[in-house]
């Protein structure tokens, strides 16, 4: 294990100018995704492709060594699901904040949880957009004060946990960063899961959202214990309904379900991905004319 240590960080870390506030749950996540990967030996900076939208979070690819994809506002999903698509021997993340992947990209959130490509969906929820300076975001609890909503946000916080189990996700799990140890190793779990993984994962803003930081995290938050079965449906629906206590760890899994790549018809006979197969000019031609 001890060769892989660092494999994932970049030569100049120590002189890049990471750009988060001090104390920002961004540096856990960062952190706590290089040590989950480390530990996860068949992963390799070659094979692991992280994609991202816009935001704080979205920063994320920057200071990592591996294949990365920095793109839209809300747009880390199409691209992830696409990179997966044409070489399902990659193992591709999916990582924004929770404005990125539930407002802009919520479209994109629903409908490829319904395909179940096989990506991991990180979602770094601190309740507030950071970098666009601490509007309400899809997650942000009722009646938070922003400079934006100076009244109070009057909408109903969104529940990602509850539509992706509803949606058909096959892993829907939530994690905090303050728990270092129990969030790596749902992270892993969700990379070697067989199918489209949601990992909603809490994260104190602390520069914009003065009301969930750390301590109340810690005081709100439990985590699910030995005997909860994340495969029963119906429970993992009423436990993503829990609001006074909020619970942590796998809420819902299904095992066995075919992925999207598992079902193209082009994967059927020849499991080589496509960029490794030769294209045949006369037979495009024909078929592009066709369209004509």
Known sequence: MSERKNIFSLENEKELDIAWCPGCGNFGILNILKKALEEMEEITPNNFVLVSGIGQAAKIPHYFKNNAFNGLHGRALPVAFAIKATNPDLYVVAESGDGDMYGEGGNHFIHNMRRNV????????????????????????????????????????????????????????????????????????????????????????VTFNKINTYAWFNEHTYKLGEDYDPSDKMQALQTAFQEDKIPLGIIYEEKGKPTFEEQLTIYKQNKDPLFKRSIDVNKLEGFINSMR
């Open 118 to 205: 096989d990506i991991t969906n990180i979602v770094h929820d601190n309740r507030v957009y950071g970098l666009t300076k601490g509007q309400a975001s899809p997650t942000s609890p009722q009646g938070m004060v922003t400079p934006v909503q100076v009244n109070g946000v009057i909408l109903n916080p969104f529940n990602p946990i509850a539509v992706a189990i509803a949606n058909g996700a096959t892993f829907v799990a939530r994690a905090f960063v303050g728990d270092m140890q129990n969030t790596k190793e749902i992270i892993k779990k969700a990379i070697r899961h067989k199918g489209y993984s949601l990992i909603d994962l809490f994260q104190p803003c």
